[in-house]
């Protein structure tokens, strides 16, 4: 059955600043490249496996100077949205001191966009902080949410007529456990009580950077990324139930709680079936990517359905899989978009879809060769090849509709 999704219907994907435009000076180039980082890689035997230049974020994709091209493609395959983000780091480079030419540049990435009627999502912090602030204690500082605040309005005032959707922080949990707790992303610190501290001070810098955003551009829409999962009891064992409540409460909804009178969306980025039965992960006979996550593209209704409590208009941010050889791709989008669009018909509120990632690009601390790009990179001459799968989604795109 052809089954439409609704109007005005945005179809994307998204990318982030650091993973693909190149010529980075953040906190993340800097580790990259520390002794300290490269002897653990070492020592961890990933450098024979993969290569030093793996794990350095270098040129990345040039998409710094490439976007028209990147946008271009993005045009033909249908898409008509796009979420980017700006780096902090090249519009503060010095406290307090914004610099016009990058004001200037993001200035250009917007109306290319904007010129293509490609609707952009603009991410205003997907994870690496200028040096300065990593000097002045980073996401641990006291002050951290003035100056996040502070680099949120001046981006509102600059670009407020270029941009209706705003996403204030990408993933607050990841960012915190990633860097404070499990302490494999700088500054690599494993302290609960740190973690708790940074991911408190998410919450303020968000809820103050939505008031100015809102003061200054009233009719812009704001929110932030927020990664859920399907946390699904495996039976009715209390033990699993509790476990499944306690995932649900602390992981999925905590922040959205918190942030509850502050966002005018919800932007779901969403990648995991957690399967619990006396533990995590117990997930069975499922696909599973390149990057070893397994694909279960049908968990993204449960994901949807508990977000309609919220009563927000939901945006998916992100959504996708690491598969270089583009195996799976195409279904996978296929049997997630059925989920969403079953999940719409029974009321979740869902306007989006941009898909993770619109070309390969830095995977973070795995470096680039786990590739979640529609387009594949070819990352010694540059060359940009759509995948198969992008057929197959601009295929959906067009038809705004899929086949239950
Ligand atoms: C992040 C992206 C990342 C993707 C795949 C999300 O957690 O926002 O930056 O590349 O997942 O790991």
């Known amino acids: 059955m052809k089954s439409e999704f609704p109007k005005n219907f945005l179809w994307g994907a998204a990318t982030a600043s650091h993973q693909v435009e190149g010529g980075q000076k953040n906190n993340w180039s800097q580790w990259e490249t520390s002794e300290e980082r490269i002897k653990n890689l070492e020592l961890r035997g990933e450098i024979k496996k993969h290569g030093l230049d793996n794990f350095i974020s270098g040129r990345a994709c040039d998409h ?57 999502f603009v991410t205003i912090y997907h994870w690496p902080i ?4 990593r000097d002045r204690g980073g996401l641990e500082s006291k002050r951290f949410p003035e100056y996040f605040a502070q680099y949120a309005e001046k981006l509102a005032k600059e670009y407020k007529d270029l941009v209706k959707f705003w996403i204030t922080i990408n993933e607050p949990e990841v960012l915190t456990s990633s860097s404070y ?35 200054i551009a009233p009719g812009s829409q704001a929110g932030i990324a927020k990664n859920n999962a399907y946390y699904q009891a495996a039976n009715r064992n209390p033990i699993n139930i509790i476990l499944k409540r306690a995932a649900d409460h602390y992981l999925n909804f905590w922040f959205l709680d918190q942030i509850k009178n502050h966002q005018d969306f919800i932007g779901l980025n969403h990648y995991f079936h957690n399967r619990i039965n006396w533990g995590f992960n117990k997930n069975q006979g499922i696909k599973i990517s390149d990057y070893g996550w397994s694909l279960s593209p049908q968990a993204i209704y449960h994901v949807l359905s508990d977000l309609k409590k919220y009563h927000k208009p939901i945006y998916i941010t992100e959504n996708g899989l690491a598969d270089a050889k583009d195996k799976y791709r195409a279904w996978f989008i296929e049997e997630t978009l059925k989920n969403v ?33 529609l387009i594949e990179i070819d990352y010694k001459t540059l060359k940009r090849t759509p995948h198969p799968s992008a057929l197959v989604y601009k295929k959906i795109i067009e038809s705004n509709s899929i086949y239950i």
């Open 64 to 120: 710094y100077h490439q976007y028209k091209e990147d946008f271009r493609l993005a045009k033909e395959l249908g898409h008509n949205a796009t979420r980017i983000s700006i780096e902090w780091s090249r519009i503060e480079p010095e406290e307090g001191k914004f610099n016009k030419k990058e004001i200037e540049h993001y200035r250009d990435v917007l109306k290319t966009l904007r010129q293509l009627k490609i609707e952009p």
């Open 181 to 215: 707790l499990q302490g494999v992303w700088p500054p690599q610190k494993k302290n609960i009580f740190l973690a708790i501290k940074v991911y408190k001070n998410l919450v303020r810098a968000h809820k103050l950077a939505y008031d100015k955003i809102k003061k």
């Open 341 to 373: 669009w079953l999940a719409i018909k029974d009321d979740a509120d869902v306007r989006g879809y941009l898909h993770w990632s619109l070309m390969d690009n830095f995977e973070w601390s795995a470096g680039f060769w786990p590739r979640f790009g």
């Open 130 to 133: 200028p040096l300065w602030l």
